[in-house]
């Protein structure tokens, strides 16, 4: 029985409300936990919201922030019967299925790729939500040049670097930084 059970558990997607992909795992999670709900605690066992961490620039700060990289779309690892589906529907900010009416599972292969993309993600420092241009002036707050502004010549997206001129007594000097050791001016 519990090899039959163990095959039939699928992963599903959710659509929600934009934003409000965490608020829904948490109420999900919440009732899965709750000793009463015999409907979410036998047939619901994981709930997922991928999310990816990106370095933005708030004012002159550098500030790394955590958001779903499918917004509007929440993972569940369930055994799908009608009453489950109903149920789900009729759940605050949850706007239905991903295959609406018919809700398809996703395939193995998505799942272990989208598992490993959220597993990558929680050991990565993060990605880069702040844009540079050639020929901008950037201020530079890390490294033994502080406090200097610099032009920018290059941009190496790849390694997440950039090649500036900065002044230092009176001769430009290229400097090769990184995109944490400047900030906009």
Avoid: C, H, W
Avoid at 48 to 62: A, L
Avoid at 108 to 137: H, P, W
Avoid at 153 to 161: Q, V
């Amino acid at each position: 029985m519990e090899d039959k059970v163990r095959s039939e558990r699928r992963f599903y997607v959710l659509r929600t409300l934009s934003g409000k992909e965490k608020k829904v795992k948490e109420s999900l999670e919440r009732e899965m936990a709750r000793p009463g709900s015999s409907l979410f605690t036998e047939r619901l066992f994981q709930v997922i919201v991928p999310t990816e961490k990106v370095m933005t620039q708030r004012g002159t700060k550098k500030v790394i922030v955590e958001r779903p990289y499918m917004p509007g779309y929440v993972l569940i690892e369930a055994l799908l019967n009608p009453d489950l589906q109903e149920e789900l529907r009729r759940y605050p900010d949850i706007v239905g299925f991903l295959g609406n009416s018919t809700p398809e599972p996703l395939s193995t292969a998505d799942v272990n790729k989208l598992l490993r993309r959220v597993d990558l993600e929680s050991e990565q420092e993060g990605t880069y939500d702040i844009s540079f241009l050639v020929g901008e002036s950037v201020k530079i707050v890390d490294g033994p040049f502080v406090g200097f502004s610099a032009v920018i010549e290059e941009i190496y997206e790849d390694k997440k670097k950039l090649k500036v001129m900065v002044k230092i007594f009176g001769r430009k000097s290229p400097l090769e930084l990184a995109y944490t050791q400047v900030e906009k001016e």
